[in-house]
């Protein structure tokens, strides 16, 4: 069955460095757009980052441009985040995302939380 397992969350002080990583299988990983969202209780989800099929083109928020960087390795089916400089605003459960035209799935969310 389709799975997105991400990992790598946790706690961080302000500055610190995580790279979450979301391991995908059960769908042809080098077909789908691949994504990272973020949410806070009580709000909606956020579109963080998305990377196309091949990696060539990244998209961010721009509260995280120049500090996160989105990556992904198809023979592994793995996509990465890697966040910089992290701010207590980052502070959410981040969760991956793959698309195509007609099928979309979501991991299960790992938490991130930047504090002293």
């Known amino acids: 069955q389709v799975q997105l397992v991400e990992s790598g969350g946790g706690l961080v002080q302000p500055g610190g460095s995580l790279r979450l990583s979301c391991a995908a299988s059960?769908?042809?990983?080098?077909?789908?757009?691949m994504s990272w969202y973020r949410q806070v209780p009580g709000t909606v989800h956020n579109l963080v980052s998305t990377?196309?099929?091949?990696?060539?083109?990244?998209t961010y928020l721009n509260s995280v441009k120049g500090r996160f960087t989105i990556s992904r390795d198809n023979a592994k089916s793995t996509v990465y985040l890697q966040m910089n400089d992290l701010k207590p605003e980052d502070t959410a459960t981040y969760y991956c995302?793959?698309?195509?035209?007609?099928?979309?799935?979501w991991g299960q969310g790992t938490q991130v939380t930047v504090s002293s």
């Open positions: 059960g769908f042809t990983f080098s077909n789908y757009a």
């Open positions: 995302n793959a698309r195509t035209g007609t099928n979309e799935y």
């Open positions: 990377i196309t099929t091949t990696g060539v083109s990244t």
